[in-house]
């Protein structure tokens, strides 16, 4: 009897022990980043595998890390007017796309990205694509933490590091010197926009063939980069905002 009745308690022990263990190890994964720079990421683990096992000809692999001191701002400021442009005053979720992407997807137009670079920083570096509520929840928890841990500027730092810009390709340097032959610190505003033209689906837009769309989407973010500050905007990320008191 006295066994019977033990058997929720223990439930719950090891369902708090679970929970906390899960918590543990999610903060080891991501407070070490902070200062560390990663290795590698799921995404980029995911690709080396499937072109392995896929036995792909040709295919390549290029990463190479590059602070940010070492990626020349006009690429920073590329990002953000492509992929985030509240990424400075939001805490990891710009909730405004988020409802815009559910009302468009309930009256039946094409689903719209809502994700924030902190969303695609923690997609990448510990998740694998898809839509699962599983998946969407991690996500979640994973951004939660990044926005907690990390200032703007490393979130940023990590995101130029680990995006994919073609196959094979992942981090700006590595897509700077694969498709212009010069470094991230020497890039110009118009191959940084060209560079984030692609984000969206870098293997079906093309930076070495750019579609007309991508050469409207790189002219578009052209302007939306000097409604952002320009080459300055990556310095204010990390200020305190100032609430006129």
Known sequence: ?????????????????????SLAASLLLVLPLRWLDPPTSAFMLRDRAEALFGREQGYRFRHEWADLERISPNASVAVVAAEDQKFASHLGFDLQAIDKAVRDSKRGRK??????ISQQVAKNLYLWPGQSFVRKGLEAWFTLLIEAAWPKQRILEVYLNVAEFGRGTFGVEAASQRYFGRPAS???????????????????????????YVQKRQRWILRQMSQLGGRGYVDTLDEPVDDGT
Do not use: H, K
């Not at 009897?1 to 263990?21: K, Q």
């Not at 689903?111 to 924030?116: F, I, M």
């Not at 020497?186 to 007309?212: C, F, G, H, K, M």
């Open 111 to 116: 689903l719209r990205g809502a994700s924030t």
């Open 1 to 21: 009897m006295g066994t019977a009745r033990s058997w929720p308690a223990r439930l719950r022990r090891f369902a708090l022990i679970l929970i906390l263990g």
């Open 186 to 212: 020497r890039l110009t505003r118009e191959q940084a926009a060209l560079l984030a033209a692609v984000l969206p689906n870098p293997i079906r837009y093309r930076v070495d063939r750019p579609s007309r």
